[in-house]
């Protein structure tokens, strides 16, 4: 059974940091594609950052700089680093899987909520708020 858990949720002040964690199991993580995605109050699904099997990491324009996107593979485990955070970045991150293959590519258009349900294995969300 595929699982995902995602763990580092927190309160910090504009300017911040923190650093998201989602442990893997169930499947061949080292083959997987997996990302992050965020869900604010009244806004779609948002894609954060995304790292291929291959390891190679990938960021949407907008969140490129100031979010980072690693993986240990001894550790089944994928972490979202993220700086210089801003009220609106205010969310319930979520991290997600993607087992399909080479030509899986990650929805980035049209309104949806996390974690979807018509595509990818998700965890359970954790809750990232940011204060002015």
């Known amino acids: 059974e595929v699982q995902l858990l995602d763990s580092g949720r927190g309160s910090v002040q504009t300017g911040g940091s923190l650093r998201l964690s989602c442990k893997a199991s169930?499947?061949?993580?080292?083959?997987?594609?997996l990302g992050w995605y965020r869900q604010a109050p009244g806004r779609s699904c948002e894609l954060v950052a995304t790292?291929?099997?291959?390891?190679?990491?990938s960021y949407p324009d907008s969140m490129k700089g100031r979010f980072t996107i690693s993986r240990d593979i001894s550790e089944n485990t994928i972490y979202l680093q993220m700086n210089n955070l801003q009220p609106e970045d205010t969310a319930v991150y979520y991290c997600?899987?993607?087992?399909?293959?080479?030509?899986?590519?990650?929805?980035?258009?049209?309104?949806?909520?996390?974690?979807?349900?018509?595509?990818?294995?998700w965890g359970q969300g954790t809750q990232v708020t940011v204060s002015s």
């Open positions: 997600a899987a993607a087992l399909y293959g080479p030509d899986f590519v990650w929805r980035v258009v049209g309104h949806f909520f996390c974690p979807a349900d018509d595509f990818g294995h």
């Open positions: 169930g499947f061949s993580f080292d083959a997987a594609d």
């Open positions: 790292i291929e099997s291959d390891g190679s990491p």
